[in-house]
């Protein structure tokens, strides 16, 4: 592995300079801004925003301040494409297994992606169910969660309720009620599940 020496400050300065750029055009084009149109609402020479938008200057935070009041915007928003914004891409049939080979008896459940800290929200999971799967077991988590039948026919128990969910039905509902699959009508059965947390929960136990 090679190092890539120390960072070169004038890049990083260049590449802000052209993100905030980039973005006050884009949004003086959304609002249907001339230059000019823009320089007298925000109290600022035509000059120094055509220099801003051609990345020929770095503009001040009042100047910001200035650009962002006159297009009705957050500062923040000249800032969205230089933060790190979470992302995961996992490819159809390589979500992590829940449940070791050896001990799937006919059901698989594969988490398809899962962000950390804060922007833990949601936790997606796909149930495959092979007839040698066991299913009735009951479970309860805070939130909300959202389900939809891929493929074959489940009966899924919700309390005393009881739905049929064919291919292509989907299913909504507090966590915090007992729930479950109770009996698979038609092999093999695909699920999708999408739990939502107000706040990063405690790992689940699947």
């Known amino acids: 592995m090679t190092s890539s020496g120390p960072v070169d400050q004038s890049d990083v300065d260049a590449a802000i300079s052209r993100a905030i750029g980039t973005k006050v055009r884009d949004y003086r084009l959304q609002l249907g801004f001339t230059v000019a149109q823009l320089a007298e609402h925000s109290e600022l020479s035509k000059g120094m925003l055509s220099k801003i938008e051609n990345a020929q200057v770095s503009p001040s935070l009042s100047t910001l301040a200035r650009i962002a009041g006159a297009l009705d915007v957050p500062m923040t928003a000249f800032f969205d494409d230089l933060e790190a914004r979470p992302v995961i891409h996992v490819k159809s049939g390589h979500g992590l297994d829940l449940i070791p080979k050896g001990l799937r008896r006919g059901l698989r459940s594969q988490l398809l992606g ?79 599940s999408v739990k939502a947390y107000s706040a990063s929960p405690e790992p689940p136990v699947h």
Request: charged share 25%; aromatic share 12%; glycine share 10%.
């Open 114 to 192: 899962t962000l950390r800290g804060s922007s833990r929200r949601l936790e997606p999971v796909l149930y495959t169910m092979t007839r040698n799967a066991k299913v009735g077991a009951s479970y309860r988590h805070p939130g909300t969660e959202f389900l939809f039948l891929i493929e074959g026919v489940l009966e899924y128990a919700y309390g005393s309720r009881r739905f049929c969910l064919e291919e292509g039905d989907a299913l909504q509902f507090d966590g915090e009620v007992t729930h479950g699959p109770a009996r698979v009508v038609e092999w093999p059965a695909r699920l999708l």
